[in-house]
């Protein structure tokens, strides 16, 4: 079962390049969204999904853009990477955005601006 | 603004212990708690409480909310090395956001 999948694992990058993050979930959930992980405090959200077609900002979306590609896959995309980002990023999914479902995790992402 | 605090931030035990976790909460329109257990890698749900004073247990495992003092506790009895983790806990706003505490980091010794 490979529930939610990010690519990559792991990843350098020098301060100004830019890249994404892919997420893909077969759970056939509505709602998505991707998190940052630092020492200390806890997880932080950075852009979320209600729904096929739709992002919102979360707590921390300076810097990051998201695409909504289609129900299965949200991406993240870091266009001018700064040391600040560097962090463990997770993508999640959810049935809805709603207080009753539970939300899946996927493995995470290091990614480490130098 | 809404926040989540857990405490303690970390606890070290022997294995046998039995642990309290603490997670407090001030969410605006609170809808429920989720805890999870996180290893090295993704967090893995654990609980969602919903109800005030209603146990929800998953074998030595055991967690209950209490909404009127704002809180919820995560028990862990007979503890493995296993139990090693960082917990999470989370509450969904009214905005059906979830507002995460920074966690408690568990070390069991054999």
């Known amino acids: 079962n490979a529930g939610v999948t990010q690519t990559p694992k792991f990843q350098v990058l020098k301060t100004g390049q830019s890249m994404t993050l892919q997420c893909a979930q077969d759970?056939?959930?509505?709602?998505m969204y991707w998190y940052r992980q630092d020492p200390g405090m806890g997880l932080r959200l950075i852009y979320y999904s209600a729904s096929e077609g739709t992002t919102d900002k979360g707590e921390v979306p300076n810097g990051y853009n998201v695409s909504r590609l289609n129900k299965r896959e949200f991406s993240l995309r870091l266009e001018s990477a700064a040391p600040s980002q560097t962090s463990v990023y997770f993508c999640?999914?959810?049935?809805?955005?709603?207080?009753?479902?539970?939300?899946?995790f996927g493995e995470g992402s290091w990614l480490t601006v130098v | 603004e809404d926040k989540v605090v857990q405490s303690p931030l970390s606890l070290v035990v022997h294995e046998g212990d039995t642990v309290t976790l603490n997670c407090s909460y001030e969410?605006?329109?609170?809808?429920?708690l989720l805890w999870y257990k996180q290893e090295k890698k993704a967090p893995t749900f654990l609980f969602m409480l919903t109800s005030s004073g209603i146990e929800k247990k998953s074998g030595r495992l055991s967690s209950i909310l209490d909404k009127k003092e704002l809180f919820s506790i995560l028990n862990i009895t007979a503890t493995q090395t296993g139990d090693s983790a960082v917990y999470l806990c989370a509450a969904y706003d009214s905005n059906y956001q979830l507002i995460w505490g920074a966690g408690t980091k568990l070390i069991i010794k054999p």
């Open positions: 969410v605006t329109n609170f809808r429920s």
């Open positions: 759970m056939n959930h509505n709602s």
């Open positions: 999640a999914s959810s049935l809805q955005g709603l207080a009753r479902n539970t939300i899946y």
